[in-house]
């Protein structure tokens, strides 16, 4: 059996099916309702029409690249030269599958924590490598880990850790501290951290979002990745990025060029732009979505449904015993036919199999009117 076979399909693909067969509201896949910045849509059109549709340079566009590193100074405190220590990729995805590729091979270990996004857990096995996986657990408004099963994570053939902050599907932020606990022990055992910043720009709390490789001693051995898919709604133009020390770049690189060479030039050109100033974008987007954030979580804590704290992303969990289930996995497949809304169960996102198994997470990245029309649904069904 190859390495991702036992995968099979994601999770997101069979909810977002069950969604289109039953016609429930859909507050599964991470797929934003609203369109993305005008001015940016209006510069991928100009794109396509000025001809840049051949393939772009295996690193990205130049102009793409000068923007990812001068928001990542200004906005991060880390300087990259763009030339060298800055990647484009096909998403986060391709990008986080490369660099386990170019760091891992078999006998690796890869520390992560649970709950972990889907595409970790392959990228690992692509590369013939094991996962140590460490938990984090509902705590008084965050979630938390344990600094020993941390500790007892690493050893002597811990090759990377992955850090994935604001945290899907958990929502949570890492906080100063426990980044500096991260970082020590990365230094400690010389693992490279890869970080997943995708959902950087959303965050709602009084708790900023910090980045791993602008802590002492980490920019040098930090692979830093983010995409366009969540600051601007562009789920589907698959516009990522890594930036790190040159050799280490170099090495996700070489993987890169194999995987997909290059792509999605006018896309890039339009990113490059968003990039240049998202903050009037951002502003009131962000806002909305802490709205809609409150909307949800009211209602439903308003029906007696256990909600999750969630300081970050545009995901919320609940406890599905709640509604008188003990399987979350039962009850999102039930959940289309008996309420008409679609959630994904968190429990696939856990290796371990007890600590989600009762937790189902909703996006509301969609409209205000469907989050509250799926809001409304789930408290009559409570
Ligand atoms: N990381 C996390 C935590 C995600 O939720 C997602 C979902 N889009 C990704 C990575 C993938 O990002 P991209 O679409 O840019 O590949
Ligand atoms: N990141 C999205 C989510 O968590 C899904 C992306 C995907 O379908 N691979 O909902």
């Known amino acids: 059996m190859s390495a991702v076979e036992r995968f099979g399909n994601t999770i997101f693909a069979e909810m977002t099916e069950l969604a289109r067969r039953t016609g429930a509201l859909d507050l599964g896949q991470g797929t934003p309702d609203d369109p993305g910045p005008p001015g940016v849509l209006e510069r991928a059109r100009g794109a396509i029409t000025e001809g840049m549709n051949q393939y772009p340079p295996t690193r990205g566009l130049p102009s793409l690249r000068e923007a990812v590193a001068r928001r990542r100074a200004a906005d991060r405190g880390t300087e990259y030269d763009p030339e060298r220590e800055v990647l484009i990729s096909f998403g986060a995805t391709e990008a986080i599958a490369s660099a386990l590729l170019a760091l891992c091979g078999p006998g690796d270990e890869v520390v992560m924590f649970e709950p972990f996004y889907d595409s970790y857990g392959a990228g690992v096995a692509l590369a013939g490598a094991r996962r140590r996986v460490v938990t984090l657990r509902p705590g008084p408004g965050r979630f938390v880990f344990a600094e020993d099963e941390l500790r007892a994570a690493f050893g002597p ?15 949570k932020m890492f906080d100063r501290r426990e980044l500096e606990l991260i970082a020590a022990l990365c230094v400690e055992h010389d693992v490279v951290a890869i970080t997943d910043e995708v959902y950087e720009y959303l965050a709602f709390g009084d708790v900023p979002h910090l980045s791993l490789a ?58 490059a732009e968003g990039l240049a100033d998202p903050g009037p974008w951002l502003g009131p987007y962000r806002e909305g979505l802490r709205r809609r954030r409150d909307l949800l979580a009211g209602t439903l804590a308003e029906a007696g449904v256990r909600c999750l704290p969630s300081q970050g992303t545009y995901y919320l969990q609940f406890d599905t015993r709640s509604f008188g289930y003990d399987d979350a996995g039962e009850f ?30 909703l996006s509301f990245c969609k409209s205000e009117a469907t989050v509250s029309a799926a809001a409304g649904r789930l408290a009559d069904f409570a």
Do not use: E
């Open 214 to 271: 602008a802590l002492p001693g980490m920019r040098s051995r930090t692979l830093a990745v983010s995409s366009a898919g969540k600051t601007f709604c562009l789920t589907g133009w698959k516009i990522g990025w890594l930036c790190g020390p040159a050799p280490l770049v170099d090495a996700v690189h070489a993987v890169k060029q194999y995987l997909t060479f290059s792509g999605s030039g006018p896309f890039q050109a339009a990113v």
């Open 332 to 361: 999102c497949r039930d959940l289309p036919r008996r309420a008409g809304v679609v959630a994904i169960p968190s429990g696939v996102f856990y290796d371990s199999a007890d600590t989600g198994r009762h937790l189902a997470r």
């Open 157 to 171: 053939r811990t090759r990377a850790l992955v850090l994935n902050s604001p945290h899907n599907p958990t929502g």
